[in-house]
């Protein structure tokens, strides 16, 4: 059990501190600091963070925070084959944000939601699945564009690389509403 009264009396000055993603300005000090403490504790020989892994060490969104950190660190320095930290010294990182970077393309997106779509309909049965896909797609990209575009169709058309003419038909047979895309 936590004691109340020391609670209150630690509460005095609450210091807030940001998560590591929030301040990615003190990865590089802090890999210093942990590379010092890895060679203590395990009695290694790395003095250094190649430019590479430092650059991945900084993409990393880090939501285990500053503990996560130390022990990547750690588990490097155990790897290392030298004396400085290499972007393959932190495969499961690698592998982390590769699959970070894959997950979040809009390719990658929309593969799995149309995967997750089509799953549930029976493929063979509708004859015409590629206008089916097509007008799911179009209706909310139209709208997120006149939106962006605060109702301005010819800026609209022109961002979405079609004829003005075109967009207005598209918006009438979607049956968008022109009203709720102009937004103040």
């Given amino acids: 059990m936590f004691r109340e009264d020391l609670y209150y009396r630690l509460n005095v000055l609450p210091i807030e501190l940001p998560p590591l993603r929030q301040r990615r300005e003190d990865i590089p000090q802090l890999v210093e600091f942990f590379i010092r403490r890895a060679?203590?504790?395990f009695n290694s020989e790395v003095n250094d963070c190649s430019e590479k892994a430092l650059k991945?060490?900084?993409?990393h969104n880090w939501p285990g925070n500053i503990r996560e950190l130390e022990n990547t660190i750690q588990r490097a320095s155990l790897l290392c084959q030298g004396q400085t930290l290499c972007a393959d010294d932190f495969t499961k990182l690698q592998q982390h944000h590769n699959t970070d970077e894959n997950n979040n393309s809009l390719e990658a997106?929309?593969?799995k939601k149309l995967r997750a779509?089509?799953?549930?309909?029976?493929?063979v049965e509708v004859n015409d699945l590629y206008q089916m896909v097509l007008h799911q797609m179009e209706r909310p990209l139209i709208k997120i564009i006149l939106e962006k575009t605060r109702g301005n169709q010819v800026r609209a058309a022109q961002v979405l690389g079609i004829n003005r003419n075109t967009l207005r038909k598209k918006i009438q047979l979607l049956g968008i509403d022109k009203d709720k895309t102009t937004i103040e």
């Fill in 39 to 41: 060679n203590q504790q």
């Fill in 56 to 59: 991945l060490l900084m993409d």
């Fill in 109 to 111: 997106l929309i593969d």
């Fill in 117 to 123: 779509s089509l799953a549930q309909k029976d493929i």
